[in-house]
């Protein structure tokens, strides 16, 4: 601990003190005796891993769940388990990740919902838009108060968040991951209305998982693992890696990729060596790509062109990182590359052959393997047992002439596939939604990995896993990389992607801004192309 | 018994139990203020259903028709889709299959004709079923409301070509089947005399069982069940969404098509108007109680066609109507326990250790 | 054809649509199926008979009629909200407990199977053409109403809200499922006055009287897309449709069968989006895990 409660400042300073908070959900114990202590008039980071607990402390804060065990106090009264309407009234305001705000309403209407200005009976709609308007001048906040929610863009509604908690009188601020889906620009000005707000009497508490923000933005530091808060820090006087080493228990290990390049270049035989691969490389000039992707175009929901243009390839025995800010596409180019998302136009090829054209399982079978980014909504069927789960996607592989499955063959594979891939219990039978979250992602990896293929898209492949899993996971891709697999791997954790990957690209607005060798990247260039404060046309 | 089984038989036995006991406890209820002895009037209700033949012979009528409708709602359900479409759909199959014994030739070999009329009741219920099943996958329309809204514009349709064109003059029915009728329990077991239960009950039985093929056994079935599950999930599993809904769409409506045979080639050997009576409704509480399980949904018809035919039963003491209430309490009992089972028992189970 | 008594026919059979359709409105607009209104307007009826039997009185039915509406929307409320039901299944179930409810009821306090005795109403001055009901009055003006309170009140602002985003009302605090709760009750008591009309406009309970009333609403509220004004004028195009038909039973150009259809039939149309497609309620149905 570089930092103890008592030296930050006189109790009665406190704007929050939360102290041995519990909360339990079903199986998960998201918080195990957190604590968190936030000055008034700071800005206070609230950081740690996905999965570590930071969510779930604001919602108890903010009233919307009760703590098991543990107690809170604001402003120096004791307000534990309170109520959302208690902690509204209390000045506290969340800006939660997923926007809280119902699209066919307008803006002044979603601001003073619960609180509306009346005239009799009747809502009086015409006080709302003024207040609204008056409220967006005093704070610089812009947004047009009389438009519905639905056509704001993402950054318009997120004022709009910020507003509703400014409406209800809030001094202190919990803004959770609010720069995830913002661009730079946006991010800019977000960090001066914060600033503003702080500056006007305010208490600010960012929960992000981005250190460059928390170096950028805050005065404190509170970091929580695995629900437990591990250590408090003053920003001034913090490294990044000094933060990151408390968010993941241990040394950030970066050291890896050198080994797992040599593994690699052994295989493709010596004379062709990755570690050197220009910057500029052509796909074309590549007959050997395992992949090949041109042009690629992908419209999103919104009408816009969600993957711009994406050129690349990989060879055999490569593995092609993609680091970026989440929402830059990622998701988008890869449920495209597997079949799940029309194109607008490009091409795709594996191994030589042409599978534009071709549907989910086609492409499967011209050798295409993917661990979809999200395992309980795509990767498995969660009341499936694990044998079952095996076989999802290839159920006809594991099916009679007649469309009978083979029961025989399916439990033998499940029984192979369960010790080779350590999952425990070491259980067929049971459904997927009964095991760990490690122990699922090891079952997807299992049906994706354990059979032939050639191309492998892993996406966010240890998000939300234990350190045991992620290391198992990590030496299955460099295996896989050794036997000559091609991978395509997303991240959103950048260390991830550096440890690694061959080749790193960028990805920022649906366009690669920038692809290099691994061996050129680190986490400060690269978070340059990441925010597009830098791009360059990749080839 | 593996962990896993017994924790879906738990999930599954837990809200009929309580549902039976409320049931059970309106019914005394209902029953006093009737002023009867409730044991009186529950032994009367055994005693007229499975305690002779003839009570016996009309459960089994009754549960047969009942089989088919719950089957067919419960495959749908099964497939995420929830259709109210069953009562349209066993009427149409129960025409279309009168339509097609009226044409045959009686010279035809039964072991043609019977299967030829099963046939077209099938199809009769599959387009039916189609219909909300190619404008939930063309149109995204929700299949609820439109199963609900072709319910009428189906029996509609299907009065008027009887009432203007085929009926029996001063009736609501078709002139008789020539051919394809299916022989009566009590031409093999004279005690089933006068009851309408018929070899149809065998055909329900055998469904059953092949929709438990299906379900469980078939590549179709796995694929199905994903896309009930998690429709994401199956699409990254390489499975047609619209398609496998589009499929059970039109599966489901033909079982519930062939479940006119019952009444049609069984019993009267006529289409008569109104004769699914309200059969395709109750196929939901059949699919309900019986978890979308096929044995769940025999043992639920079983249970339903037992209350139905006890109202008669016991009709000298209590009204009738009675059954109907209790059905209804069945329905809700069972509809509000199975989500708050579910939550308690996932909650008491402790999580499977890493 | 006269165009007053064709006029005031449509009328008469629009009330009860309208009563249900408003009622299935609010409760969908508030995220709850409302699959009920039919069993709704079978128990207002029932109890309105009950009420202005016993009483003479047909206000006292009037009261008795909404009570029942209230007790079963309660059931439905308690059922979707509390034990998170699936609302279709109650829906259904609702309809099959008011037809068993009313038909046991029916025979333990008037010992018959098919109706009751003749009981008091509104109104009857053959002059006035039935606008000497202050039902039909009441009728009328429900939609506009309901629109007032929907569009124009907090209370109606939190309605719609709920429909839309229930997380986002209970992150301001709003208690969404007292909302619903509210909604539904209000649903309930709106279509029992439908029931409640037809009773008491014909002077007698009789064995499931509504009649599939209760699923005209439904598709007036789906074909007005889940607005009361819009909802209204539909149960108005309908009961025209039906009012034109019983009109012209002499000349047989159209089958009743047909006519009875195109109230589903214009349903169906719009929800597969041929014309401006109908959008429900982003909420509407889902319950929280």
């Given at each position: 601990?570089?930092g103890s409660?008592?030296t930050m ?10 102290t ?6 079903g199986a998960?114990?998201a918080?195990?005796?957190a604590s ?14 996905n999965?570590?607990g930071?969510?779930t402390?604001?919602k108890?804060l903010?009233?919307?769940?009760a ?7 604001v ?7 309170w109520?959302?309407?208690d902690?509204i009234?209390a ?6 990740q997923h926007?809280?705000l119902v ?6 209407e979603?601001?003073v919902?619960?609180?509306e ?21 005093e704070?610089?906040l812009?947004?047009?108060?009389d438009?519905k929610?639905?056509?704001?863009s ?9 507003l ?6 809030a ?13 730079p ?6 960090w001066?209305?914060?600033r503003?707000?702080?500056?006007g009497?305010?208490t600010?508490?960012l929960i992000?998982h ?6 950028e ?9 695995a629900?437990q808060?591990?250590?408090?820090l003053?920003t ?12 993941v228990?241990r ?12 593994v ?9 060596d990755?570690s ?5 490389f ?30 690349f390839s990989i ?13 830059n596409g ?5 449920e ?8 607008e ?7 030589g052959h042409?599978?534009?054209?071709e ?8 050798g ?5 980014e999200d ?8 009341d ?8 999802l996607?290839?159920?006809?592989e594991?099916?009679s002439g007649?469309?009978?499955?083979n ?9 192979a ?7 425990r ?9 009964n ?8 079952v997807?990896i299992?049906r994706?990995m354990g059979?032939n293929?050639?191309?492998l898209l ?5 998000r ?9 996971i ?14 395509l791997?997303?991240?959103a954790?950048?260390k991830?992607v550096?440890a ?21 990247a ?18 | 018994?593996?962990?896993?089984f017994?924790e ?5 036995l837990?809200?009929?139990?309580v549902?039976?006991l ?20 529950y ?13 016996f012979g009309?459960?089994?009528?009754k549960a ?6 719950g089957?067919?709602?419960s495959?749908?359900?099964r ?12 009427a ?10 009226m ?5 035809m070999?039964w072991?043609?004709?019977i ?7 099938a199809i009769?219920?599959?387009i039916?079923?189609?219909?909300p099943?190619?404008?939930k996958v ?7 409301i439109?199963t609900?809204m072709?319910?009428f514009?189906?029996l ?11 009926h029996?003059?001063e009736t ?13 329990l ?6 089933f ?17 092949v929709?438990?093929v ?5 590549k179709r079935?796995?694929?199905l069940r994903?896309?009930g ?7 990254y ?16 409506g ?20 109104g ?5 395709g409704f109750?196929?939901i509480?059949v ?6 399980h096929?044995l769940?949904?025999v043992?639920?018809?079983l249970f ?12 000298a ?34 999580p499977v250790?890493? | ?6 006029l005031t026919?449509?009328?008469r ?5 309208l009563?249900?359709?408003s ?5 969908e607009?508030?995220g709850?199926?409302s ?5 709704y307007?079978l ?10 039997h016993?009483s ?17 929307g ?8 509390r ?7 109650v ?6 407990l ?12 008037f010992?018959s ?6 009981i008091?109403g509104f ?5 006035w053409?039935?606008?000497d009901n ?7 003006i ?9 569009y124009?009140?907090?209370f ?9 985003h229930?997380?986002a009302a209970?992150s301001l ?8 709760y509210?909604s ?15 009773a ?16 005209i609403?439904v598709?007036a ?11 209204a004028l ?5 009961a025209?449709?039906?009012t ?9 150009f159209i ?8 109230p ?10 041929v ?8 909420a ?6």
């Open positions: 601990m570089t409660p008592t400042g006189e109790r009665a300073d406190y704007a929050i003190r939360m041995g908070i519990e909360k339990t959900f998960v114990r918080n195990r005796g968190l202590e936030v000055r008034a008039g700071e800005i206070h980071a609230l950081v740690g891993e999965g570590a930071k969510s402390l604001m108890i903010g009233g919307l769940q703590p098991d065990a543990g107690t809170m106090e402003n120096g009264k004791d307000v534990t388990g109520s959302t309407r902690a009234a000045g506290i305001g969340v800006v939660h926007f809280m699209p066919t309403l307008t803006v002044a979603n601001i919902l619960g609180m200005p009346v005239k009799g009976i009747r809502f009086d709609y015409a006080t709302a838009v003024a207040n609204v308007e008056k409220l967006s001048r704070t610089g812009a947004v047009p108060a438009r929610v639905a056509e704001l993402v950054g318009e509604a997120q004022r709009v968040e910020i509703k908690t400014l409406y209800r009188g001094r202190i601020l919990i803004l959770d991951e609010p720069t995830a889906v913002l661009s620009p946006e991010v800019r000005e977000l001066t209305v914060l503003r707000l702080r500056d009497g305010g600010i508490v992000t981005r250190l460059d923000e928390v170096v933005i805050s005065e404190t530091i509170t970091v929580m693992r629900g808060t591990v250590d408090r003053t001034a006087g913090t490294t990044p890696a000094q933060i990151a080493k408390a968010m228990g040394e950030v290990a970066l050291t890896s990729r050198d080994e797992a390049s040599a690699g270049a052994v295989y493709a035989g010596g004379d062709d990755r050197d691969v220009e910057p500029g052509h796909p074309s000039d590549d007959m050997t790509s395992a992949i090949r992707v041109a042009d690629l175009v992908v419209i999103g929901s919104l009408k816009t062109r969600v993957v711009d243009g994406v050129t060879r055999p025995g490569e593995i092609l990182g993609i680091a970026g800010v989440e929402g990622q998701t988008e180019l890869i495209a590359l597997a079949g799940l998302r029309p194109l136009s490009g091409t795709i090829r594996i191994n042409d599978v534009t054209r549907n989910v399982l086609e492409r499967r079978q011209a295409l393997s993917h661990i979809p395992r309980h909504q795509r990767g498995l069927i969660l499936y047992s694990i044998s079952d789960n095996l076989v996607g290839r159920q006809t594991f099916s007649r469309g009978l499955l029961g025989t063959r399916i439990r033998e594979n499940a029984k596939q369960i010790a080779e891939f350590d999952v219990p070491p259980d067929a039978d049971i459904a997927a939604r095991l760990s979250g490690g122990n699922q992602q090891k997807v299992a994706e059979q293929f050639g191309v892993a996406s966010q492949p240890t939300g896993v234990d350190v045991g899993a992620i290391e198992f990590h030496t299955r891709l460099r295996e896989a990389r050794a036997a000559g697999k091609a991978i791997l997303v991240s954790e950048l991830e550096l690694l990957a061959d080749r790193v690209a960028v990805m920022y607005r649906g366009k690669f801004s920038k692809i290099m060798p691994a061996s050129e680190s986490e400060e260039s690269l978070g340059e192309y990441m925010t597009g404060s830098k791009t360059e046309s990749a080839a | 018994m593996s962990a896993r017994r879906q038989l738990e999930e599954a837990f809200p009929p139990l549902a039976l409320v049931a059970l406890i309106c019914g005394d209820l209902l029953i006093m203020s009737y002023g009867q002895s409730p044991s009186t009037v032994r009367l209700l055994l005693e007229g259903t499975w305690g002779n033949a003839y009570g009309q459960v089994l009528y047969t028709t009942l089989i088919f409708t089957l067919s709602v495959f749908a359900i497939a995420g889709l929830f259709s109210v479409g069953a009562e349209s759909q066993l149409a199959g129960g025409f279309v299959a009168a339509l097609v014994g044409g045959l030739s009686p010279r070999p072991i043609l004709a299967p030829i009329c099963m046939l077209a009741a009769g219920g599959g039916v079923g189609g219909i099943g190619w404008l063309k149109y995204g329309a929700h299949e609820v439109v609900i072709l319910n514009v189906v509609a349709l299907l009065n008027y070509i009887v009432a203007a064109k085929i029996v003059p609501l029915h078709t002139p008789e089947i020539r051919h394809g009728g299916i022989a009566r009590d031409s093999f077991i004279p005690a005399h006068g009851s309408a239960a018929n070899l149809s009950i065998l055909i329900a039985l055998l469904t059953a069982a929709v438990w299906y379900l469980f056994k078939t079935g796995f694929e994903a896309v599950l998690q429709p994401d999930a199956a699409e599993g390489g499975v047609s969404v619209g398609g496998i809904w589009m499929r059970a769409m039109i599966l489901s033909a079982v519930a098509g062939l479940g006119g045979i019952n009444y049609v080639l069984g019993y009267k050997q006529y289409y008569e108007e004769f699914a009576g309200g059969a109750l196929g509480a699919a309900l109680v019986g978890r979308n096929p769940g949904v043992l639920a018809a339903f066609a037992t209350l139905s035919q006890g109202g008669l039963a016991i009709h003491f209590v009204p009738k109507q009675m059954v109907e209430v209790l059905q209804g309490v069945v329905i809700l009992a069972v509809a509000m326990s199975v989500p708050e089972v579910r939550r308690a028992l996932r909650q008491a189970r402790k250790a890493a | 054809m006269n165009p007053i008594s064709f026919q449509t009328l059979i629009a009330i009860p649509y009563f249900a359709a009622g299935g409105v609010i409760a607009r508030a709850i199926i699959l009920s209104l039919e069993g307007m128990t207002g009826a029932f109890a309105a008979t009950l009420g202005a016993y003479g009185s047909p206000w006292i039915g009037v009261l008795t009629g909404i009570f029942g509406g209230l007790v079963f309660l059931i439905q409320a308690v059922a979707s909200i034990y998170r039901a699936n609302q279709v299944v829906g259904i179930a609702i309809n099959l008011a037809i068993g409810v009313t038909r046991f009821f029916l025979k333990l306090a010992a199977s098919s109706n009751s005795p003749r008091p109104g009857g001055n053959q002059a053409h039935g606008f202050p039902l039909l009055w009441l009728g009328l429900v939609a506009p109403v309901l629109a007032f309170i929907l124009r009140t907090p109606g602002l939190r309605v719609r809200a709920v429909g839309e229930p997380d209970e605090g709003i208690k969404a499922s007292r909302i619903q509210i539904v009750a209000l649903s309930g008591m709106l279509a029992a006055l439908g029931g409640v009309f037809l008491l406009d014909q002077h007698q309970f009789t064995d499931q009287m509504t009649a599939g009333r209760g699923f609403a598709a509220v789906i074909f007005g897309r889940w607005d009361p004004v819009r909802a539909a149960c108005l195009l309908f025209a449709a039906e034109l038909q019983i009109q012209l039973q002499g000349n047989q089958p009743s069968q047909f006519i009875e259809m195109i589903y039939l214009l349903t169906i149309i719009a929800l597969a989006g014309v401006g497609r109908a959008v429900p309620p982003a509407l149905g889902k319950t929280a895990e």
